[in-house]
């Protein structure tokens, strides 16, 4: 069994300012995280992927997220929040099969 | 990189009448495919798995009679929704792998939005 919890379902900063979003997991398995964002109206893309090895992942647009294993933790940060960052962002867990998990999700808002 | 396509993008139809929904993956093959519904404010609750020349896999409490899923070539899955209700109104994403191991992400269609009126 595996679940995602996503603390803040609204998350609001100012334009150039760090952006953190959480994420806490749970899995039976090693688990295989990922974050994805979505735009209005629009399907999912992939903004990066924890599977095994370095536990610090870099994805696009500047985003990167840490895997906790002790913490069961998986946040995602940017250092600079760009207007176009405004969307909003799931965070998803795999244990197997390709059967995704996907936390409820958290709006983020950015201010000028 | 790997793309999926949806169509259409958007669907209005009336109550008792069918929709169909196609998902293809563009520069790849993919055995099986994923359709996610998604209702406001919530996140994606995957509705089946739609396996190539096989029946499709479905998630408790989908109605398999009403989500008529096709899988029928390895690049094109499609779901029917049957006698659609306007409860049937959502958000509607397919998703494919390109890679066959459970760390290969997936790809998403841009979605559906089908309101039934």
């Known amino acids: 069994a595996q679940s995602v919890t996503q603390l803040g379902s609204h998350v609001s900063v100012s334009e150039g300012a760090l952006v953190l979003l959480r994420c806490n997991y749970s899995?039976?398995?090693?688990?295989?995280l990922f974050w994805y964002v979505q735009y209005p109206n629009q399907g999912l893309q992939l903004l990066l992927k924890?599977?095994?090895?370095?536990?610090l992942v870099k994805g696009i647009n500047g985003f990167e997220a840490e895997f906790k294993k002790s913490e069961t933790s998986f946040h995602l940060t940017k250092p600079s929040a760009h207007m176009s960052d405004a969307a909003e962002y799931f965070c998803?867990?795999?244990?197997?099969?390709?059967?995704?998990?996907f936390g409820t999700g958290t709006k983020l808002q950015v201010i000028p | 990189g790997a793309v999926v396509s949806q169509h259409p993008s958007r669907v209005i139809c009336k109550s008792g009448t069918s929709v169909k929904i196609e998902c293809r993956s563009l520069d790849f093959q993919a055995t099986t495919m994923f359709w996610y519904r998604q209702f406001p404010k919530q996140s994606l609750m995957l509705m089946a798995t739609s396996n190539e020349g096989s029946k499709a896999t479905y998630e408790q409490g989908v109605e398999k009679d009403k989500f008529l899923i096709n899988h029928a070539s390895l690049t094109l899955s499609t779901l029917t929704v049957t006698s659609a209700h306007p409860e049937d109104s959502s958000f509607y994403i397919c998703?494919?792998?390109?890679?066959?191991?459970?760390?290969?992400?997936?790809?998403f269609g841009n979605g559906t939005r089908l309101t039934v009126t």
């Open positions: 998703s494919a792998s390109p890679g066959q191991g459970n760390n290969s992400p997936l790809h």
């Open positions: 899995s039976s398995v090693p688990p295989y």
């Open positions: 924890y599977t095994t090895g370095a536990t």
């Open positions: 998803a867990v795999s244990g197997g099969y390709q059967k995704v998990t």
